[in-house]
């Protein structure tokens, strides 16, 4: 149970993200036990966090650990996301719906690839602002966190961000799980400037229904469940909605029941996070990318014209240039699709500058200007891009 201050609107819906072994969950933990200790929500251990078989074994978050937490004034949802190269698409779905996002960075070893990587990933998924956790700040001198500090300001700023005034707080999230208070007030440190720097967005909840699914579950016996935030307007239970995005067309289905971190709902609405029991729909039918919509709302579509930011090769980049032809991937909301590219003329463009081009996506997915994406190739992310018209 949550604090009872706690506001009753949406929750602020947070993440962790960052490079792989920086400390993400290890401060998620912290938050929560820092939180705990006022009332403010349930302490979530380590191992609670980090916690599929496969997470155990190897020591790094694949599943997303949700958890959720009240402040004085607010309610959170907080998703831990993983840092490790090989599951950069589970980051790029869980990013879909943050309102902010807690980059942490080891003050120890500094700006890392995925730290970058996932900088550019929650610009291209709307993530309109980053607060910075130097964590191991116990581990080094001043001096050392300032240069780390600086130059996690100048990637913020090469993203978008306002990285001259995004909050960067020092923190050891170790330090504060061990109860010591100069680590304990540094968390507390971290979550005000979060409550400052993060402001409660506004709420498209008179749209149409829009919910990317990020996870696709079967419960025996009742059928199958989807989850995400909701990304605008409301559902309640009974709703006949559709599901789009799959190969043949938009499936007609019907929510049968709805929850929000174990507990039972009537109704969400924009910013929730939920799981939305389908009826009429098979388990097979539903991936990760489809969307839940309000029926007869989004035609899915598969070619656009967009602009896209191609990375150096110092960025991360591709060094060889883009043709015609060039088939990566692309992260739109919580999807994952292949696409090819029409560059025009000249056919070819080199890593490094921003071209315009028309892609056509070998599925459907739902398009609109404006929408932000990611194109990767080979695992690596290679260029950051918004749609400009949909074709
Ligand atoms: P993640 O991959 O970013 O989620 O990182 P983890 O939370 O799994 O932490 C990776 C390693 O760094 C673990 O061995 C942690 O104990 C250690 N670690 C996390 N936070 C701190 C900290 O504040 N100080 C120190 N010295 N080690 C930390
Ligand atoms: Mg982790």
Redesign the pocket.
Known sequence: ALRPGARTEPAVNIGTI?H????????TAAVTQVLAARGGGAFVP?DRL?RTPEERIR???VHPGLVEYATDTRRYTHV?LP?HADHTRTTAAGLCGLDGAIL?VSAADGVMPQTAEHVLLARQAGVAHVVVAL??A??CEDDDAVRVEQSVRRLLTAQGYEGGSAPVVQ?????ALAGRPRWTAAVDALLDAVETYVPPPARAVAAPLLLPVVRVLTVTGRGTVVTGAVERGTVRVGDPVHLVGADGGPRACTVTGLQSFGRPLERAAAGDRVALLLRGVPREAVRRGHVVAAPGTLTPGRDFAARVRLLSGREGGRTAPVRTGFRPQFHLRTADLTGGVDLGAPALARPGTTVAMTVRLGRPAPLEAGLGFAVREGGRTIGAGTVTEVL
């Open positions: 960052g792989v072994d920086h400390g993400k969950t290890t401060l380590f980090d020591g790094i978050t831990d840092g942490v964590n191991k116990e581990t923190v050891s999230a170790v330090g």
